[in-house]
């Protein structure tokens, strides 16, 4: 697993890159009330604002961590958004990207490194 600085994780899932956001991104957004997702089938762009996130403290806009396809969107979080302050870094991705290169993901930052970025 690897981590933005924006507060992403990234799982490689065989040629996927699942990415949601950390249990520390969604303690600092507080309760989230809202997210938007990308359409599957979006060609995005590294560092094009994709995905939506509202609390009740802010709205946060989500980075594509990688160019790529958005293949998968999570629709469980468009009913129940609250998912993201329950499990962050599990049930709560936020979508599935096929790359069209992953050579930026060797710029992301391992557990240690963010860990020591958080801190």
């Not at 160019?67 to 499990?87: F, H, Q, S, T």
């Not at 599990?90 to 979508?95: E, R, V």
């Amino acid at each position: 697993m690897k981590y933005t600085e924006e507060h992403e994780w990234l799982l490689p899932e065989g040629d996927l890159i699942v990415v949601g956001i950390t249990e520390y991104a969604a303690e600092q957004l507080g309760d989230v009330v809202f997210v938007e997702l990308p359409e599957v089938g979006t060609e995005v762009t590294k560092d094009e604002e994709i995905v939506v996130i509202e609390s009740v403290k802010a709205a946060s806009d989500i980075l594509a961590p990688l160019d790529g396809e958005i293949v998968e969107v999570n629709e469980a979080l468009a009913d129940n958004p609250g998912k993201v302050n329950e499990d962050a870094m599990g049930d709560a991705w936020f979508f599935k990207i096929r790359p069209s290169d992953l050579s930026p993901m060797d710029d992301y930052m391992d557990e240690a490194a963010y860990k020591d970025f958080i801190g």
